[in-house]
């Protein structure tokens, strides 16, 4: 099943979308092969692999250093593009390449959405790219059936608003703050007339992502949306535990979004 399908699946049946970002090569690819297949047994619903680069400028400390060490290691795109391969074979769950644009520019734009789109990536996050400059991406991104995720944010502009909506698609991904990646303290009830507003301009399902770190957290946030990102709380995670940890961790939001606990 491909993202799009399968976040309209979660948006139509009421079921709160769980998507878990995992940095690729991590602390090796094994490691990020493992944690992939153990998050899908413990009912996540799309994985975001994330592909390392040198200056990730959206991401807080616990994701840089993923980043980082990964690259020290020896992940390059091609290496991420057979892990992307293996887990094709090996597991059903969508999945989505996270990265930056100069990582698609270098690699060839048409040549990046075609390979990923084989190897079977069913979407592109580019945290980096503008609405204004996608028109360089999405051509290709279309070309290979690949969604090309958008993002808004609490600053985002009634102006630009319409754009992000008139293009979206797969989900929306909805930033909870104007930081960077991280587990924090959020009060996820001040998004909810940003995305009311978002909501009359297009029905591509929501998800809010950056500073999820616990079930309560997950729980607060999908009462404003249709899906929740979580990264850092699972790299973090994966680094200091180890893969089971990741697992048990996901298995424990899962039940609480199915739930509907309140924190």
Do not use: H, W
Not at 79 to 98: D, N, Y
Not at 130 to 159: H, K, M, N, W, Y
């Amino acid at each position: 099943m491909k993202l799009a399908e399968k976040m309209q699946d979660c948006k139509s049946s009421g079921r709160k979308g769980l998507i878990i970002y995992i940095t690729a090569g991590y602390p090796d690819y094994n490691t990020t092969l493992q944690a992939v297949k153990a998050v899908e047994a413990a009912g996540a619903d799309l994985v975001e692999i994330g592909l390392p680069f040198s200056d990730p400028m959206a991401d807080g400390p616990i994701i840089q250093k993923a980043a980082a060490q990964a690259l020290a290691a020896g992940a390059t795109v091609d290496k991420t593009l057979k892990l992307v391969e293996q887990l094709t074979k090996e597991t059903k769950i969508p999945l989505a390449i996270m990265t930056y644009y100069n990582i698609v520019l270098q690699y060839g734009i048409d040549k990046f959405a075609a390979d990923f789109a084989k190897a079977g990536i069913s979407g592109l996050i580019l945290p980096d790219l503008p609405i204004e400059e996608s028109a360089v991406v999405e051509p290709a991104c279309r070309q290979a059936g690949i969604d090309l995720i958008r993002f808004i944010a609490p600053t985002t502009t009634q102006q630009r608003l319409k754009p992000i909506c008139s293009q979206a698609s797969g989900f929306i991904y909805c930033i909870s703050n104007t930081g960077v990646t991280g587990v924090r303290q959020i009060d996820y009830s001040q998004l909810a007339p940003l995305l009311a507003d978002v909501r009359q301009e297009t029905t591509v399902p929501l998800a809010i992502g950056f500073g999820i770190g616990t079930p309560e957290a997950a729980c607060q946030a999908a009462n404003y949306a249709d899906a929740v990102i979580v990264g850092s709380a699972v790299v973090d995670r994966l680094a200091k535990q180890g893969v089971a940890a990741v697992q048990e961790f996901t298995s424990t939001l899962r039940q609480a979004l199915d739930k509907g606990v309140q924190g």
